[in-house]
């Protein structure tokens, strides 16, 4: 699979629509806002990083998001201040366990992330 946005902001946001895609939610609860930041070394770990989160609050809290915003801070160590919202369900179904980030590319015109949901 793949994703294209003109910033890293905008792949980040259509990874998860993506990944919604392939969630089915059953008997919504209520509203669900959390914060996290995630770390990594490039930028392609700290997007595996972020679905790993992602995926965890699937399993942990049957939250889907529907709201992304995210700070980018560049560096030494890449650094995602993630703020979401969304909305907690009292069943979620999916057939993966996990996103792999098989590469990132930038181009003239924005970015591309290819991944696979296994």
Not at 7 to 23: F, G, M, P, Q
Not at 46 to 70: C, H, M, P, Q
């Amino acid at each position: 699979m793949e994703v294209i946005g003109k910033t890293i902001k905008e792949i980040l946001s259509a990874l998860l629509r993506k990944i919604n895609e392939n969630v089915i939610a059953v008997n919504e609860l209520e509203e669900f806002r959390t914060k996290f930041d995630v770390k990594g070394r490039n930028v392609e770990e700290a997007i595996e990083k972020f679905s790993t989160k992602i995926i965890d609050y699937f399993n942990k809290k049957n939250a889907v998001f529907e709201n992304l915003d995210v700070e980018i801070i560049p560096g030494k160590k890449w650094t995602f201040n993630c703020l979401l919202s969304g909305k907690r369900f009292e069943r979620i179904n999916k057939n993966f366990k996990n996103v792999k980030i098989m590469g990132l590319e930038e181009g003239i015109d924005g970015w591309k992330l290819y991944f696979s949901l296994e």
